[in-house]
């Protein structure tokens, strides 16, 4: 079982940015899809940013320009960068790694981080 472990939340004015890191116990990033996720309260969990195995980027309408999600295989660590921060964009942020290895999929999450933005 591989563990995600997520960092870098806290409170922040608004205007003001974070950086989120998502450690691996195991190299997976290199094989997978990773994506980072929020739930904000009373909210259904939505995907913010994913990077694919081939380094392209997706990211939600409402971060656009704004967070960043980059990838360091040989650290096993996700990054997602966050500027220009909102109080909308307060939630529980949440790691996520999905793949096939060995023909069997793999999905894997971390227990998340509270990154909260004062108005």
């Known amino acids: 079982q591989v563990q995600l472990v997520e960092s870098g939340g806290g409170l922040v004015q608004a205007g003001g940015s974070l950086s989120l890191s998502c450690a691996a116990s195991a190299s997976i990033f290199g094989i997978s899809t990773a994506g980072w996720y929020r739930q904000a309260p009373g909210k259904q969990r939505e995907l913010v940013a994913a990077?694919?195995?081939?380094?392209?980027?997706d990211y939600a309408d409402s971060v656009k320009g704004r967070f960043t999600i980059s990838r360091d295989n040989a650290k096993n660590t996700v990054y997602l960068q966050m500027n220009s921060l909102k109080p909308d964009d307060t939630a529980v942020y949440y790691c996520?790694?999905?793949?096939?290895?060995?023909?069997?999929?793999?999905?894997?999450w971390g227990q998340g981080t509270q990154v909260t933005v004062s108005s």
């Open positions: 990077i694919t195995m081939g380094g392209s980027t």
């Open positions: 996520n790694a999905r793949g096939t290895l060995l023909l069997r999929k793999f999905d894997y």
